[in-house]
């Protein structure tokens, strides 16, 4: 079986931090996700925050650390890119990582900060031949269904 190599760029509340919250389901982080999968490996981790990106390296017992998410796009030879940060810098990471080889990109949502960005990243990942993935998994959870089913029979 093939394992896919994950960079996560962002490894705060939603890239890993919450999974230590004892009152939430697991996995529910990206780290946590990607961690529960047979077929992926969590090989390096990017954080601007030196203490935040320590502990990341601890708990999930990552040693190539970084704090330039493109250093890690250049040294680490990525299957995905995971991107887990303010919503400001999802177009230029976005970008950045398709430019830089990597063959698909988790990326937290919401997409960008304004449709002309969001047409943008998928355009341009479409070029470079990059899956991009916008973390919209909640439409499909159980409890998400129940509601819509009840807010569409009225």
């Known amino acids: 079986m093939k394992i896919y190599k994950i960079g996560l760029i962002g490894c705060g509340r939603i890239g890993s931090l919450l999974e230590k919250d ?10 946590g996700g990607f961690n529960a999968l047979s077929n992926t490996r969590i090989v390096a981790g990017c954080d601007i925050d030196p203490s935040r990106l320590k502990n990341f390296g601890v708990d999930w017992g990552v040693d190539r650390l970084y704090d330039d998410y493109k250093e890690m796009l250049h040294q680490e ?3 995905v ?10 177009a230029s990471m976005v970008m950045d990582a398709a430019r830089l080889g ?22 341009f990942c479409q070029k470079k031949n990059v899956s ?22 009225g």
């Not at 004892?22 to 780290?31: Q, V, Y």
């Not at 991009?132 to 029979?153: C, F, G, P, V």
């Open 81 to 90: 890119a995971c991107i887990a940060t303010w919503t400001r810098l999802h």
């Open 102 to 123: 990597v063959k698909a990109i988790f990326c937290e949502k919401p997409i960008a900060l304004n449709p002309h960005d969001g047409h943008q990243m998928v355009r």
């Open 22 to 31: 004892k009152l939430r389901g697991k996995p529910c982080t990206h780290a």
């Open 132 to 153: 991009l993935i916008i973390n919209h998994e909640r439409r499909w959870d159980s409890y998400y269904q129940k509601a819509k089913q009840i807010i569409a029979t």
């Open 77 to 79: 030879n990525l299957d």
